[in-house]
C-alpha cells in the first residue's frame, strides 16, 4: 500500500447553522462526518450517494475548493490541509477538477483557446507559441478539432464542452483528477463516449481518478474500487466487482437492486428504500441509515457502528457485521 | 421572526449613527467660522471668541459631538446662529407645508403612476406602451426646476389661475405638487411596469390565461397581488424622501418648507439647521426602510431566513 | 468603428444562440433607441469638445452690441442665433460651453462613483463575511442621505467649482453602483467557472479581473449610461442653486437661474439651455435603456 496517491483520513466539513440576533452557531449541517479512504496511483475510485449526500462537498474539501473543518488530506507526501494558500496554488497543478455541469464551468466571455491557455498562464508554464500547440494537441486528444480554439463556449453541445472542461484538467499535466458528476448533466447516449474518454486518458496519462456520481451504474466499469455514500459518511467501500456481487451494507443492496436488469428473466427482488432522505442538519442518532433500513436492530438506533473492514479490501460499518 | 426585527432594528440604529457622524464631521470640517458669521465681520475679535465659547465650539469635536447628541435625544437639534431661533421651531414652522407638498405631490405621482404603469405592463411592446414609455422617459430626463418655472410661466402667469408661489391653502400646493408628482411619476410607472411585465410573464399567470381566463380577471386576480409588492415599497420609500424636504421644488415655487430652509441653511452656512434638515430627512428614509423591511418579511417569511 | 460597435458582446447567459452580426438598418429598427440615443450623446460629445471651434464669441465676455439700447437682451437673430443674455453675452456660444461642464461633470462623476462602487462592491461580493456588512452598512448610510442636499452642502463646505461639484456627485454616488456590482459578483462567484479558477490555482485578485469583472460589466455599463444622465442633471441643480459652476463661466444650471428672473421678457434665456439639458439627459436614458434591452435580454421579456 504504499504507492498510496491520496489519503483521506477523518476528513470533515461542518456547515454551521446561525440564529438568533448574533447569529450564533445553533448546529451544524455534517456534510462530510469523518470520511477516510486512499486511493491507490492509477485507480479509479468511484464515490456514489445519493444527491445531497455531501459527495461533491466531500471532492471539493479534498482540493480545500471548501477549507475542510477537520480531519486530513495526504496527497503524495504533502498535507494539504496544513499547506499555505500559496503553495496551495501551485500544487494545484498537481490536482484537478472536473465540474457536473458543463454549461457553468466554462466561462463565456472567453474563447475555448484563453480558456485553456490560462491554467498554464497561471502557472507561467511554455511559451505562448508552445501553449498554443499544447491546446491543439490537446482538443485532438479529447476529441475535438483544434479549430475549436477560436470558438466561444456557448457554440458547443454539451458533451463538447465537457470534453472540454476534461481538456483543461489535462493541460496542467495532473496526477490526479476528481471527477465532480462529470456525466450526471448529459444525455444517457454522450456520457458512455465521455466515460470512454476518460478511461483512454487515464491510460494514455497515467491518471488517477476519483469519480463522484450518484448512480451505482455510471461507475461501475470505470471503477476499481467503489465507496458508498449516505449522509456524509462513508457505509461501505470495497473492489468494484466484490461491491456488485457481494454488497454487504444494507443501504448499497438497496441502490444496487434499484439498477435496471437487461435480462427480463432475471427475477430480482427489489428493495424499496422507506421514507426520505433524513436532514443532514439533524440525522438519526446511532446508524445513519437506520430510518430507512430494512434490516434495523435496537442497536442501530443508538450506537454508531465502526468503519472496519470485514473481508480483505472490504470496509463496511453496519451493525450486522460486528 | 422577532429576531429579525431586532437585527433589523440595530442595524437600523447603526446607520442613523452613523449618518450623525457624517453629518457632524462634514458640518465641522467647514471652513466658514460661525462664530464670525454669527456677529458680523466687523466685530472684534475677542466678541467672536466669546461667542464662540458660549457655542461650545472651542471644544475639541469629539465632545461637541456627544454634547450635540445628548441635546438631540433631548429633543433639542440646537440654535440656528442665522436665525436667532431654536432649530425645532424654525423646522417647526416649516414640517407642515413640507409634509402637504409631499403628500400631494405623493398622490400625483401614484394616481397617475399606477394606472400608467398596470397599463404599460397589459400593452408591452405594443404601440401605446413604445409612447407611454417614451413619455416616461422625457418626465425621468425632465429638470424639476425648468419644468416648474415652466408651469409658473405658462399655467399661473399665462394663464393667470393659479398663484406663482408660496404657502397658503390648495391652491399653491397645485403647481409644485404637478412638478414634482409628474416626474417622480416617470420612475414610478417604470417600476410598475417592469415588475408587472416580470410577474405577467411568469408561468402560473400563464398557466391562468391557457386555461382561459379573461385577460382582465388574469390581472386584477393574479398579477396584481404579487407585481405590486415592489410598487407598495418604492412608494413607501418615496414618502419618506418626499417628507425630507424637496430643495428644488420648494426652491422655485418659493415654498417655505424645510427643503428651502436647508438650501437657505447652506446659503449662510448655518450648522445646527444644515446637520438638523440632513438627518430629519435620513431618519424618514431609515424609519420607513424598516418599516419595509418588517412588512415585507411578514409577507415574505423567506427574507428573513436568509 | 461602426462593425466594432455593433458586434454584440456575447450573452452571458449560457447556451443561447451566437447573435449574429446585423445590418445597421437592422439593428437601428429593433434597437431604435440605441440608435437615437448614441447620436444624440455623441453629437452632445463633439458639441463639447468642439466648444470652442463651434462657438462665435467669448462666452464670458459682454459683447459691445449684446444689448439693446434700452439694455434689454436681445432676441434670436441671424447674428446672435440664440439671442444674449442680460450681460449682454451670446447665448448660442454658451449654451455649447454648457455642453462641456455639463459632460465634464456628468462623466467624471460617473468614472469615481463607479471606481468607488466597483471596489467597494467586489470586496464586498466577493469576500463576503463582516467586510461585506460593513461595506453594506456604509451603503445603507450613504443611500438613507437626502442625496442633493448633502451634496450641495458638500460642496458649500468645499467651495463651488466644477471639480468639487463632480467629486461631491461621485463621492456619494457610488452607494448604488456598489449594491448592482455587489449583486452580480455574487451571482457570478458561484458558477463553476469561478471554482474552476480556483482548481487551476488562480489567485482571489486574478479569478476577480479575469472571471468575475468581465461577467458583471454588461449591468454596470447600462447603469453607468443612466447614472451619467442623472449626474449631469444634478450638476445643473447645484448650478441652479448657486452651488455648482459659478458665474460668468456658463452652465445649462446657472444660465437658467440667471434667466428665471426673465422669464417673461427673454425666454430664450431658459429655453435654450433647458432644451439642451433635457435633449442630454434623453439621450443618456435613451441609451441606456435601449442598451438594457439589446445586452441584457432578461429584462422585460
Not at chain 3, 444689448?67 to 455649447?96: C, I
Request: proline share 6%; with cysteine; net charge positive.
Amino acid at each position: 500500500m504504499s504507492d498510496a496517491l491520496l489519503t483521506v483520513s477523518n476528513l470533515k466539513k461542518y456547515f454551521p447553522i446561525r440564529k438568533g440576533v448574533l447569529r450564533r452557531t445553533v448546529g451544524h449541517v455534517k456534510a462530510v462526518d469523518d470520511v477516510s479512504f486512499t486511493v491507490q496511483k492509477g485507480e479509479t475510485l468511484g464515490i456514489v450517494g445519493e444527491s445531497g449526500c455531501g459527495k461533491s462537498t466531500m471532492g471539493r474539501s479534498i482540493l480545500r475548493l471548501i477549507e475542510p473543518t477537520g480531519g486530513e488530506v495526504k496527497f503524495e507526501n504533502t498535507n494539504l490541509t496544513k499547506l499555505s494558500k500559496g503553495s496551495l496554488r501551485t500544487l494545484r497543478q498537481k490536482m484537478q477538477i472536473v465540474f457536473q455541469d458543463p454549461y457553468a464551468s466554462l466561462n463565456p466571455k472567453f474563447k475555448i483557446g484563453t480558456i485553456l491557455e490560462r491554467p498554464m498562464q497561471i502557472h507561467g508554464l511554455y511559451t505562448p507559441a508552445e501553449r498554443r500547440k499544447r491546446v491543439a494537441s490537446l482538443l485532438e486528444r479529447c476529441g475535438l478539432d483544434p479549430s475549436a480554439a477560436e470558438k466561444y463556449p456557448n457554440e458547443f453541445s454539451g458533451g463538447q464542452r465537457q470534453r472540454i472542461g476534461i481538456a483543461r484538467a489535462l493541460t496542467l499535466n495532473p496526477s490526479l483528477i476528481v471527477l465532480d458528476e462529470p456525466v450526471s448533466a448529459l444525455d444517457v447516449s454522450v456520457q458512455s463516449q465521455i466515460i470512454n474518454l476518460l478511461e483512454d486518458l487515464q491510460e494514455a496519462f497515467s491518471l488517477t481518478y476519483l469519480f463522484i456520481a450518484h448512480d451505482l451504474s455510471v461507475v461501475r466499469h470505470i471503477s476499481d474500487r467503489i465507496a458508498v455514500m449516505y449522509l456524509g459518511q462513508t457505509m461501505e467501500l470495497a473492489e468494484s466487482l466484490e461491491l456488485f456481487e457481494a454488497p454487504l451494507h444494507p443501504y448499497t443492496q438497496a441502490l444496487l437492486s434499484a439498477i435496471p436488469v437487461p435480462d427480463p428473466d432475471v427475477k430480482r427482488e427489489r428493495i424499496l428504500l422507506r421514507g426520505d432522505l433524513p436532514s443532514p442538519a439533524n440525522p438519526p442518532a446511532g446508524c445513519p441509515f437506520h430510518t430507512r433500513c430494512k434490516d434495523a436492530k435496537d442497536i442501530c438506533k443508538t450506537k454508531k457502528p465502526v468503519w472496519k473492514e470485514v473481508r480483505p479490501g472490504h470496509h463496511v460499518a453496519c451493525h450486522l457485521y460486528s | 421572526m422577532a429576531s429579525y426585527i431586532l437585527r433589523r432594528f440595530i442595524g437600523a440604529l447603526v446607520v442613523l449613527f452613523g449618518i450623525s457622524v457624517i453629518t457632524f464631521i462634514i458640518a465641522y470640517a467647514a471652513p466658514g467660522d460661525p462664530a464670525r458669521l454669527i456677529v458680523g465681520a466687523k466685530a472684534p475679535q475677542t466678541v467672536v471668541d466669546a461667542v464662540r465659547h458660549n457655542l461650545g465650539l472651542d471644544q475639541p469635536l469629539p465632545i461637541q459631538y456627544i454634547h450635540y447628541i445628548g441635546r438631540l435625544l433631548h429633543g433639542d437639534l440646537g440654535f440656528s446662529y442665522h436665525n436667532n431661533l431654536p432649530v425645532a421651531e424654525l423646522i417647526g414652522q416649516r414640517i407642515g407645508n413640507t409634509v402637504q407638498l409631499a403628500l400631494a405631490s405623493w398622490i400625483v405621482e401614484v394616481i397617475l403612476g399606477l394606472p400608467l404603469g398596470i397599463f404599460g405592463a397589459l400593452y408591452h411592446r405594443r404601440t401605446a406602451d413604445y409612447i407611454l414609455s417614451f413619455l416616461t422617459l422625457v418626465g425621468m430626463s425632465m429638470p424639476v426646476f425648468w419644468f416648474g418655472m415652466w408651469l409658473i410661466q405658462n399655467v399661473a402667469y399665462g394663464l393667470g389661475i393659479l398663484p406663482l408661489g408660496g404657502v397658503g391653502g390648495i391652491s399653491h400646493l397645485i403647481l409644485p405638487a404637478i412638478t414634482l408628482g409628474v416626474t417622480n411619476m416617470a420612475f414610478y410607472q417604470r417600476l410598475v411596469k417592469s415588475s408587472m411585465v416580470d410577474v405577467m410573464s411568469q408561468d402560473y399567470i400563464r398557466t391562468a390565461r391557457a386555461n382561459g381566463v379573461p385577460a382582465h380577471r388574469v390581472v386584477t386576480r393574479h398579477a396584481l397581488k404579487n407585481g405590486l409588492i415592489p410598487a407598495v415599497t418604492y412608494a413607501g420609500m418615496d414618502i419618506a424622501q418626499l417628507c425630507g424636504g424637496v430643495v428644488l421644488t420648494e426652491t422655485v415655487f418659493n415654498y417655505q418648507g424645510v427643503g428651502q430652509l436647508a438650501w437657505q441653511s447652506i446659503e449662510n452656512l448655518d450648522f445646527p439647521v444644515i446637520m438638523a434638515t440632513v438627518l430629519i430627512a435620513a431618519v424618514f428614509v431609515v424609519v420607513m426602510n424598516f418599516i419595509v423591511d418588517i412588512v415585507y418579511s411578514l409577507i415574505d417569511p423567506r427574507i428573513s431566513l436568509s | 468603428m461602426n462593425n466594432a460597435v455593433l458586434e454584440p458582446s456575447l450573452s452571458p447567459a449560457a447556451g443561447t444562440a451566437v447573435k449574429r452580426r446585423m445590418s445597421f438598418w437592422r439593428f437601428a429598427r429593433r434597437y431604435p433607441s440605441v440608435v437615437v440615443g448614441g447620436l444624440i450623446v455623441l453629437i452632445m460629445v463633439l458639441i463639447a469638445l468642439f466648444a470652442p471651434v463651434l462657438a462665435h464669441y467669448d462666452p464670458t465676455r459682454p459683447l459691445s452690441d449684446g444689448l439693446s439700447q434700452m439694455g434689454a437682451p436681445l432676441p434670436p437673430n441671424h447674428k446672435y442665433w440664440l439671442g444674449t443674455d442680460t450681460e449682454g453675452r451670446d447665448v448660442f456660444s454658451r449654451v455649447l460651453y454648457g455642453a462641456r461642464v455639463s459632460l465634464e461633470v456628468g462623466f467624471f462623476a460617473g468614472l469615481i462613483s463607479l471606481f468607488i462602487g466597483a471596489l467597494l462592491g467586489i470586496i464586498s461580493g466577493y469576500f463576503g463575511g463582516w467586510v461585506d456588512m460593513v461595506i453594506m452598512r456604509l451603503t445603507d448610510m450613504v443611500l438613507a442621505f437626502p442625496f442633493l442636499l448633502f451634496v450641495v452642502a458638500l460642496v458649500a463646505v468645499m467651495k463651488p467649482s466644477v471639480t468639487n461639484v463632480f467629486i461631491a456627485i461621485g463621492v456619494f454616488g457610488w452607494a448604488q453602483m456598489a449594491r448592482i456590482i455587489r449583486g452580480q459578483v455574487l451571482a457570478v462567484k458561484e458558477l463553476e467557472y469561478v471554482q474552476a479558477a480556483r482548481s487551476l490555482g488562480a489567485s482571489a485578485w486574478n479569478i476577480i479581473f479575469k472571471e468575475v469583472l468581465p461577467n458583471v460589466i454588461t449591468p454596470v455599463v447600462i447603469y453607468l449610461t443612466l447614472a451619467i444622465g442623472q449626474n449631469i442633471l444634478l450638476e445643473a441643480s447645484l448650478s441652479f442653486l448657486g452651488f455648482g459652476v459659478q458665474p460668468p463661466e456658463p452652465s445649462w444650471g446657472n444660465m437658467i437661474q440667471e434667466g428665471m428672473a426673465y422669464f417673461q421678457l427673454a425666454p430664450w434665456l431658459i429655453y435654450a439651455p433647458g432644451l439642451m439639458l433635457l435633449i442630454t439627459t434623453i439621450g443618456f436614458n435613451l441609451l441606456g435603456d435601449g442598451l438594457r434591452d439589446w445586452l441584457d435580454p432578461k429584462v422585460g421579456r
